[in-house]
């Protein structure tokens, strides 16, 4: 795929992530080095990061942007962290699905500092590549079969676009159908 014929990219105008790597996060550009798939990047208004105002302002689909949360749950004592990729039309399931795979009693969103200081990226820009080692990715099945996605970079003031399928090679990554609701 050509980078710059992404057509989930509305207004603006995709350059190849390894020629602005300015526009992502430090821990983004390191694991961006061993992905060989085609990705993307848009710099973007940091106002408009969160999804509904950038899809909105850049008229992206909202259909296209998937959100990336990060979860957390206790077991004997030991705190647990994922990271959910789910449409932005759709509600990761936190409370059964996320929850059970965690294998923990209770699963939330992880606190906003927490889950900044945890991913060395910013709130509203966490995105799963580039996350901590160890942390399973949980990918819904629509993301991972997605031909194109519009995430995060890590910063506020860019996004990157991607297929689903380089998302589901990501280190970690556990494609799960119905992780979405």
Do not use: H
Request: proline fraction near 7%.
């Amino acid at each position: 795929m050509n980078v710059g014929n992404w057509s989930i990219a509305g207004t603006l105008m995709p350059v190849p992530v390894s020629e602005r790597l300015d526009l992502v996060a430090e821990p983004v550009a390191k694991a961006l080095e061993s992905i060989d798939d085609p990705v993307g990047v848009v710099e973007i208004d940091p106002d408009l990061a969160d999804t509904a105002k950038f899809c909105e302002a850049y008229s992206s689909p909202l259909s296209a942007s998937a959100n990336c949360v990060v979860v957390s749950g206790k077991r004997a004592g030991e705190v647990r962290y994922a990271a959910a990729l789910v449409l932005a039309t759709t509600r990761a399931d936190v409370n059964n699905v996320i929850r059970r795979r965690l294998d923990v009693r209770k699963a939330s969103f992880a606190p906003m500092e927490e889950a900044v200081e945890l991913t060395g990226m910013a709130y509203g820009g966490i995105t799963p590549i580039g996350l901590p080692s160890g942390w399973p990715i949980l990918i819904d099945q629509a993301v991972a079969s997605a031909p194109e996605v519009v995430v995060g970079s890590g910063i506020r003031g860019s996004k990157l676009l991607v297929t689903g399928a380089t998302l589901a090679k990501l280190p970690g990554a556990e494609v799960i159908d119905g992780l979405a609701k």
